[in-house]
């Protein structure tokens, strides 16, 4: 009997509890990578978003390991019907909600908006959450492929310039493996979303799909596979492990790390006795035509009251075109989603020159192409396995790796 | 006393447990292996054998199956013989014992993908402690003659060691020519000790009179004792061992999800990792249900030929 009066005093209690908090609405939010984004959103812009709105109160989820664990979750939490209001996700990765229905479109809100620009957000990353003419994701956090450098190691190797095109990293490699750089050189042909193959495809003004049919097996996908033989080769490159490719920079074992700039706060952070800076990424024989954007999105994803769906657009207009936008580039490496963010910048890019060579290459933005249909992320394993085996020495026939890759793609493709 | 229904409530509710949590899953993965189910869609297909077939066609999966079945063929043998052996040497000893076997159980407590990430530490081709030590090692003479052979009239630079001296340092994990076997050492390492315990308890077992009796039949070495009583006494614990460690072996999967991830080049694609990947991470639920069934069948077939084989050798006391 007295554990019953007991469980039902400790019920009543955490009713009284919960109920007693005085928000109107709580919306749940979902966000990859904490390594990158915990101090962004968690630490910074929940706490200005629940101050600037009082009555919402801002629940965040167990946060995403990478682009590829937040759509599962995602898909795994749709067909649970536990989906949060907001999702934060891979650029690449919007189409697949979009075609199961999971996405909301901004449409209707954007519409209700007296003076909403849509004009401030770089285009290539509008385009990219922009299906049938809708938009269904707004950037977040924009980044694109640079190239880090180690200036101690350059200055000892004697090289003057940061090099421009490939052909000339080559010739760095070659300089610093002569004053003792065992490793001269890591290249990210690793990245998520097969996002360096893309770069050297964009590199020549070509996508990696065109018309969702595979646009590598030409020229231009040879040339990108060729310049990564002469890459791997010339330079001597290690298979380091995806997650350990900054960790040997830090530690200045490797003296060029060519990767995503919204690693450059991670290095600085975390990188040794050593001068580091950024500079342009090397074109192929000439500078490079385009490069893919990087980054991620928000999207609405409620199942929710009203009240929520329209609590839940008011922190997704905060994270992409207010305040929220100018802590992105502060905390991390990426770009702000939002040309209103430069404004709340000021001096931050005079003081922080690393962080601006993405923004020189601003122009170069164009789309992070996913592949459609249900073999998405299989289809991404087939190249990152083709462009693995170059590096492992295993291909050296790039020729017959091109049509190897482009007929198991084209085979998967819906 | 009259029949009474009460033995159908008494079983009931394991045998519902059973099915529910055993049976029914195994039955759902089997159907849906001729789908082509994927996560987050509303219907899907059915399409016979098709997936079934993708085995045979590509070459990622027969590249899962030789992984799997080296790392078996690797690891069971060495880590039975190893536990064998580290069980007898403990169990001659007269004191001391104790502490041997407490630091070689060590790495069956801890947790293997925490401890996958402190091999992730020393196998690091660039700042681990192994290559650091090999590194260092280059340039110390006696270290490099016994490593390179030199001091057994071999061409150190001939050598395996030689030739990273004046090269590079192994990349442990990210090369092909290494990372299965990084991944089975890691493999025997952990099991080891799991089968030293097994085998400390199989010694106690038998009688001491059977070595006084192989004695005077004039069995007077180690050796002979070794196979004329211990080995064959050890009968029952040899299949079970060797049972588990296959099991288990098949079973690998948090090294190669924490160091590896399959690569370089599917040398490490191993079948749970394989089914993970295909199920888990890219939603290919029909594929994974098939790679399920198939490990199931395989674990399987293994288990009973092993029992069958072993079985007819083994004296039960």
Redesign the interface.
């Known amino acids: 009997m007295q554990v019953k009066i007991a469980l039902a005093v400790i019920f009543a209690a955490s009713v009284a509890l919960s109920s007693s908090v005085a928000y109107a609405v709580t919306i749940e939010v979902g966000y990859p990578y904490s390594s990158l984004f915990d101090v962004t959103i968690k630490d910074t812009i929940v706490p200005m978003f629940e101050k600037a709105h009082p009555g919402i109160k801002v629940k965040l989820r167990a946060t995403y390991d990478n682009y590829e664990d937040a759509a599962n979750t995602i898909l795994r939490e749709s067909v649970a019907g536990k989906l949060p209001d907001v999702t934060f996700q891979g650029l690449n990765r919007q189409s697949m909600f979009v075609e199961k229905g999971i996405a909301k479109s901004f449409e209707p809100f954007i519409a209700k908006e007296a003076n909403f620009a849509k004009d401030g957000y770089h285009k290539a990353m509008l385009d990219l959450g922009t299906f049938n003419g809708q938009v269904y994701g707004l950037p977040f956090s924009v980044s694109l492929p640079v190239g880090n450098y180690n200036m101690d190691a350059l200055n000892k190797a004697g090289i003057k310039d940061f090099p421009t095109t490939w052909d000339e990293v080559i010739v760095a490699c070659d300089k610093l493996r002569a004053v003792g750089y065992d490793n001269p050189l890591f290249w990210g042909w690793n990245i998520t979303g097969n996002w360096f193959f893309q770069a050297l495809m964009w590199s020549q003004g070509e996508p990696i799909l065109k018309n969702g049919k595979v646009n590598f097996d030409g020229p231009a996908g040879l040339n990108a596979l060729k310049t990564m033989k002469k890459l791997f080769r010339g330079c001597r490159m290690q298979n380091l492990a995806a997650g350990d490719a900054g960790k040997p920079f830090n530690a200045a074992k490797v003296a060029m790390f060519f990767w995503s700039t919204s690693a450059v706060g991670a290095i600085e952070r975390a990188k040794g006795d050593f001068v580091y800076k950024t500079s342009e990424f090397p074109g192929m024989g000439r500078p490079p035509m385009g490069l893919p954007a990087g980054g991620n999105s928000v999207m609405l994803v409620s199942t929710g009251s009203n009240a929520e769906i329209d609590a839940a657009w008011k922190f997704v207009k905060f994270c992409t075109s207010g305040e929220g936008a100018a802590v992105v580039a502060r905390t991390t490496g990426y770009m702000p989603p939002n040309k209103a963010a430069n404004e709340m910048l000021g001096d931050f890019y005079k003081d922080n020159p690393n962080k601006h060579t993405a923004v020189r290459q601003a122009g170069l933005l164009r789309e992070w192409i996913a592949y459609p249909g249900d073999n998405s992320l299989a289809i991404t394993q087939v190249i990152y396995d083709g462009l693995e085996s170059i590096v492992t020495g295993d291909s050296d026939d790039m020729e017959a790796l091109q049509q190897e890759l482009s007929e198991e793609v084209a085979s998967m493709l819906p | 006393m009259g029949h009474t229904r009460s033995h159908f409530w008494f079983v009931s509710p394991a045998v519902i447990l059973m099915f529910v949590i055993l049976i029914l899953p195994i039955f759902v993965a089997a159907t849906f292996s001729f789908t082509?189910y994927?996560?987050?869609?509303?219907d899907f297909k059915w399409i016979g054998w098709k997936n079934y077939e993708s085995l045979g066609k590509f070459s990622?999966y027969s590249k899962m199956f030789t992984a799997s079945l080296t790392y078996v063929v690797i690891v069971v043998p060495v880590s039975v013989l190893l536990g064998l052996g580290s069980a007898m040497l403990i169990s001659s000893l007269r004191f001391g014992g104790e502490l041997y076997k407490a630091i070689f159980f060590l790495p069956v407590m801890a947790t293997l993908l925490a401890m996958a990430y402190a091999w992730?530490f020393a196998l690091?081709?660039?700042?681990g402690v192994i290559n650091k030590v090999l590194d260092d090692g280059c340039s110390v003479g006696w270290f490099y003659k016994f490593f390179t052979g030199s001091w057994l009239g071999f061409n150190p630079t001939e050598s395996w060691y030689g030739g990273i001296c004046s090269d590079?340092m192994p990349?442990w994990?990210?090369?092909?020519k290494y990372a299965l076997g990084s991944i089975s050492f890691i493999g025997i390492w952990q099991a080891f000790g799991f089968n030293m315990v097994l085998y400390l308890a199989g010694l106690t077992s038998i009688p001491r009179d059977l070595y006084a009796a192989a004695e005077i039949d004039g069995a007077n070495s180690t050796w002979e004792k070794f196979k004329l009583v211990t080995w064959p006494m050890l009968g029952p614990t040899h299949v079970f061992v060797v049972t588990i460690t296959s099991i288990r072996s098949f079973q690998v999967f948090d090294t190669v999800e924490a160091?590896?991830?399959g690569?370089?080049?599917?040398s490490t694609y191993m079948m749970v990792y394989a089914m993970y990947?295909?199920g888990?991470?890219?939603?290919?639920i029909g594929m994974g249900s098939t790679l399920t069934i198939v490990f199931l069948g395989f674990v399987l077939v293994l288990t009973m030929t092993q029992v069958y084989f072993i079985n007819r050798k083994v004296h039960y006391s």
């Open positions: 082509d994927n996560l987050g869609s509303t990622s992730e690091d081709p660039v700042m590079r990349n994990l990210g090369n092909k160091l590896t991830r690569g370089p080049s599917k990947e295909k888990v991470k890219q939603n290919l």
